[in-house]
Protein backbone atom coordinates (compact mmCIF):
# COMPACT_ATOMS: atom_id res chain seq x y z
CA UNK A 1 0.00 0.00 0.00
CA UNK A 2 0.60 3.73 -0.03
CA UNK A 3 3.21 4.92 2.80
CA UNK A 4 3.42 8.11 4.65
CA UNK A 5 6.06 9.19 6.63
CA UNK A 6 5.47 12.12 9.54
CA UNK A 7 8.27 12.90 10.90
CA UNK A 8 9.32 13.31 13.85
CA UNK A 9 7.41 10.55 15.88
CA UNK A 10 7.98 12.59 19.23
CA UNK A 11 9.11 16.13 20.49
CA UNK A 12 9.03 18.04 23.55
CA UNK A 13 9.67 22.07 23.21
CA UNK A 14 9.22 24.87 25.65
CA UNK A 15 6.30 27.02 25.83
CA UNK A 16 6.35 29.56 23.32
CA UNK A 17 8.68 27.87 20.75
CA UNK A 18 7.26 26.68 17.39
CA UNK A 19 7.54 22.84 16.20
CA UNK A 20 7.22 22.05 12.99
CA UNK A 21 5.81 18.49 11.74
CA UNK A 22 6.72 17.22 8.31
CA UNK A 23 4.00 14.35 6.34
CA UNK A 24 5.14 13.38 3.08
CA UNK A 25 4.32 10.56 0.61
CA UNK A 26 6.72 8.27 -0.36
CA UNK A 27 5.51 6.45 -3.52
CA UNK A 28 2.95 8.05 -4.59
CA UNK A 29 1.59 12.14 -5.36
CA UNK A 30 -0.77 13.46 -2.62
CA UNK A 31 -3.51 16.23 -3.79
CA UNK A 32 -4.40 16.53 -0.66
CA UNK A 33 -3.47 16.26 3.26
CA UNK A 34 -4.75 16.05 5.98
CA UNK A 35 -3.93 17.29 9.68
CA UNK A 36 -5.77 15.42 12.85
CA UNK A 37 -5.39 15.96 16.77
CA UNK A 38 -6.32 12.90 18.44
CA UNK A 39 -6.77 13.62 22.31
CA UNK A 40 -6.06 10.81 24.96
CA UNK A 41 -8.31 8.05 23.84
CA UNK A 42 -10.54 10.02 21.99
CA UNK A 43 -11.37 9.56 18.08
CA UNK A 44 -9.23 11.42 15.51
CA UNK A 45 -10.41 15.62 15.05
CA UNK A 46 -10.13 16.75 11.41
CA UNK A 47 -8.11 19.87 11.89
CA UNK A 48 -7.44 21.10 8.22
CA UNK A 49 -7.65 19.95 4.72
CA UNK A 50 -4.63 21.00 2.55
CA UNK A 51 -4.38 20.82 -1.45
CA UNK A 52 -0.91 21.38 -3.07
CA UNK A 53 -0.57 24.66 -3.94
CA UNK A 54 -3.41 26.23 -2.40
CA UNK A 55 -4.09 27.43 0.78
CA UNK A 56 -5.52 24.67 3.62
CA UNK A 57 -8.86 24.30 4.67
CA UNK A 58 -9.29 24.44 7.94
CA UNK A 59 -12.16 23.56 10.44
CA UNK A 60 -14.24 25.83 12.45
CA UNK A 61 -12.79 26.26 15.89
CA UNK A 62 -9.53 25.93 14.68
CA UNK A 63 -6.80 28.96 14.48
CA UNK A 64 -5.49 29.09 11.53
CA UNK A 65 -2.69 31.76 12.88
CA UNK A 66 -1.50 28.89 15.31
CA UNK A 67 -1.29 25.96 13.13
CA UNK A 68 0.16 26.58 9.63
CA UNK A 69 -0.14 24.46 7.41
CA UNK A 70 2.41 24.68 3.80
CA UNK A 71 1.33 21.87 1.02
CA UNK A 72 4.18 23.07 -1.10
CA UNK A 73 4.16 20.05 -3.24
CA UNK A 74 2.86 16.44 -4.08
CA UNK A 75 4.78 14.72 -1.78
CA UNK A 76 5.37 17.14 1.51
CA UNK A 77 3.14 18.54 3.48
CA UNK A 78 4.38 20.60 7.26
CA UNK A 79 2.14 21.68 9.84
CA UNK A 80 3.59 24.41 12.05
CA UNK A 81 2.62 24.68 15.96
CA UNK A 82 3.41 28.78 16.27
CA UNK A 83 4.12 29.88 20.09
CA UNK A 84 3.21 26.16 21.42
CA UNK A 85 1.31 26.19 24.48
CA UNK A 86 1.07 23.20 27.35
CA UNK A 87 -2.99 23.30 26.02
CA UNK A 88 -1.32 22.43 22.49
CA UNK A 89 0.23 18.98 23.79
CA UNK A 90 -1.42 16.36 21.96
CA UNK A 91 -1.12 13.71 19.49
CA UNK A 92 -0.88 14.85 15.45
CA UNK A 93 -1.41 12.70 12.73
CA UNK A 94 -1.55 13.33 9.06
CA UNK A 95 -2.72 11.71 5.86
CA UNK A 96 -2.75 11.75 2.10
CA UNK A 97 -5.04 10.97 -0.54
CA UNK A 98 -3.63 11.12 -3.98
CA UNK A 99 -4.89 10.40 -7.80
CA UNK A 100 -3.31 7.06 -8.73
CA UNK A 101 -5.70 4.45 -8.43
CA UNK A 102 -3.96 2.96 -5.13
CA UNK A 103 -4.70 5.57 -3.21
CA UNK A 104 -7.81 7.00 -4.64
CA UNK A 105 -10.93 7.79 -2.32
CA UNK A 106 -8.40 6.45 0.33
CA UNK A 107 -6.78 8.02 3.21
CA UNK A 108 -3.13 6.61 4.06
CA UNK A 109 -1.76 7.57 7.19
CA UNK A 110 1.47 8.23 8.75
CA UNK A 111 2.75 7.48 12.45
CA UNK A 112 1.26 10.07 13.51
CA UNK A 113 3.97 13.00 15.97
CA UNK A 114 3.02 13.21 19.53
CA UNK A 115 3.83 16.94 20.72
CA UNK A 116 4.84 18.20 24.36
CA UNK A 117 4.86 21.37 25.52
CA UNK A 118 6.46 22.54 28.59
CA UNK B 1 -23.49 16.60 8.77
CA UNK B 2 -22.49 13.36 9.24
CA UNK B 3 -22.35 11.50 12.41
CA UNK B 4 -21.09 8.54 12.98
CA UNK B 5 -21.73 5.96 16.35
CA UNK B 6 -20.18 3.49 17.79
CA UNK B 7 -21.57 2.33 20.87
CA UNK B 8 -18.98 -0.39 22.24
CA UNK B 9 -16.21 1.50 23.63
CA UNK B 10 -14.91 -1.66 24.48
CA UNK B 11 -14.57 -5.28 24.13
CA UNK B 12 -12.77 -8.41 24.48
CA UNK B 13 -12.36 -12.00 22.67
CA UNK B 14 -10.70 -15.21 23.50
CA UNK B 15 -7.96 -15.67 20.96
CA UNK B 16 -9.25 -17.86 17.83
CA UNK B 17 -13.03 -16.90 18.83
CA UNK B 18 -15.18 -14.33 16.27
CA UNK B 19 -16.20 -10.80 17.50
CA UNK B 20 -18.17 -8.22 15.72
CA UNK B 21 -17.91 -4.29 16.58
CA UNK B 22 -20.94 -2.28 15.64
CA UNK B 23 -20.77 1.11 13.78
CA UNK B 24 -23.89 3.18 12.70
CA UNK B 25 -23.92 6.23 11.24
CA UNK B 26 -26.01 9.19 9.40
CA UNK B 27 -26.61 10.49 6.22
CA UNK B 28 -28.77 12.13 3.68
CA UNK B 29 -26.37 11.26 0.75
CA UNK B 30 -26.72 8.29 -1.06
CA UNK B 31 -23.04 7.52 -2.36
CA UNK B 32 -20.65 7.31 0.02
CA UNK B 33 -17.58 5.28 1.37
CA UNK B 34 -17.58 3.26 4.73
CA UNK B 35 -14.21 2.57 6.45
CA UNK B 36 -12.76 0.36 9.26
CA UNK B 37 -9.50 1.78 10.46
CA UNK B 38 -7.30 -0.23 13.09
CA UNK B 39 -5.12 1.83 15.39
CA UNK B 40 -2.47 -0.26 17.38
CA UNK B 41 -0.90 0.58 20.43
CA UNK B 42 1.73 2.03 18.10
CA UNK B 43 -0.61 4.93 16.98
CA UNK B 44 -0.20 4.17 13.26
CA UNK B 45 -3.48 4.29 11.89
CA UNK B 46 -4.15 1.15 9.20
CA UNK B 47 -7.19 0.70 6.86
CA UNK B 48 -8.61 -2.72 7.24
CA UNK B 49 -11.66 -2.79 4.93
CA UNK B 50 -13.64 -0.48 3.02
CA UNK B 51 -16.91 -0.37 1.59
CA UNK B 52 -18.58 1.42 -1.71
CA UNK B 53 -22.26 2.46 -0.44
CA UNK B 54 -23.80 1.49 -3.97
CA UNK B 55 -22.22 -2.00 -3.44
CA UNK B 56 -24.45 -4.51 -2.01
CA UNK B 57 -21.53 -7.35 -1.38
CA UNK B 58 -20.39 -7.08 1.99
CA UNK B 59 -16.84 -6.32 1.63
CA UNK B 60 -14.04 -9.03 2.73
CA UNK B 61 -10.53 -8.79 3.45
CA UNK B 62 -9.29 -12.13 4.51
CA UNK B 63 -10.19 -12.91 8.08
CA UNK B 64 -12.09 -8.88 8.04
CA UNK B 65 -15.42 -8.53 7.00
CA UNK B 66 -18.41 -6.11 7.22
CA UNK B 67 -21.96 -6.00 7.69
CA UNK B 68 -23.34 -3.23 5.88
CA UNK B 69 -27.09 -2.81 5.63
CA UNK B 70 -27.90 0.31 3.98
CA UNK B 71 -31.07 0.97 5.07
CA UNK B 72 -30.05 0.54 8.78
CA UNK B 73 -27.01 2.93 8.18
CA UNK B 74 -25.29 0.20 10.31
CA UNK B 75 -21.52 -0.87 9.14
CA UNK B 76 -20.19 -3.59 11.47
CA UNK B 77 -17.03 -5.59 11.21
CA UNK B 78 -16.86 -9.08 11.99
CA UNK B 79 -13.40 -10.21 12.73
CA UNK B 80 -12.48 -14.19 12.75
CA UNK B 81 -9.99 -16.49 14.28
CA UNK B 82 -8.98 -13.42 16.42
CA UNK B 83 -5.37 -12.68 16.79
CA UNK B 84 -3.42 -11.14 19.78
CA UNK B 85 -1.79 -9.11 16.96
CA UNK B 86 -5.45 -7.78 16.53
CA UNK B 87 -5.85 -6.19 19.44
CA UNK B 88 -5.72 -2.31 18.71
CA UNK B 89 -8.40 0.88 18.45
CA UNK B 90 -11.06 0.39 15.88
CA UNK B 91 -12.74 3.10 14.16
CA UNK B 92 -14.98 3.13 12.35
CA UNK B 93 -15.30 6.31 9.41
CA UNK B 94 -17.64 7.47 7.02
CA UNK B 95 -17.11 9.86 3.75
CA UNK B 96 -19.43 11.34 0.91
CA UNK B 97 -17.87 10.53 -2.92
CA UNK B 98 -16.48 12.93 -5.13
CA UNK B 99 -14.25 15.95 -4.23
CA UNK B 100 -11.93 16.58 -1.08
CA UNK B 101 -14.54 15.44 0.81
CA UNK B 102 -13.34 14.46 4.71
CA UNK B 103 -13.45 11.66 6.81
CA UNK B 104 -15.85 11.60 9.52
CA UNK B 105 -14.66 9.07 12.92
CA UNK B 106 -16.70 7.52 15.18
CA UNK B 107 -15.30 7.33 18.72
CA UNK B 108 -13.71 4.20 18.78
CA UNK B 109 -14.09 1.33 19.96
CA UNK B 110 -10.81 -0.49 22.08
CA UNK B 111 -10.40 -4.24 21.20
CA UNK B 112 -8.29 -6.70 23.16
CA UNK B 113 -7.61 -10.13 22.20
CA UNK B 114 -6.85 -12.07 25.31
CA UNK B 115 -4.38 -15.51 24.94
Known amino acids: GAVVSQHPSRVICKSGTSVKIECRSL??????MFWYRQFPKKSLMLMAT?????????EQGVEKDKFLINHASLTLSTLTVTSAHPEDSSFYIC??????????????FGAGTRLSVL | AQTVTQSQPEMSVQEAETVTLSCTYD???????LFWYKQPPSRQMILVIR??????QNATENRFSVNFQKAAKSFSLKISDSQLGDTAMYFC????????????FGTGTKLQVIP
Open chain 2, 93 to 104: AFRISGGYQKVT
Open chain 1, 50 to 58: SNEGSKATY
Open chain 2, 27 to 33: TSENNYY
Open chain 1, 27 to 32: DFQATT
Open chain 1, 95 to 108: SAKGLADLAKNIQY
Open chain 2, 51 to 56: QEAYKQ
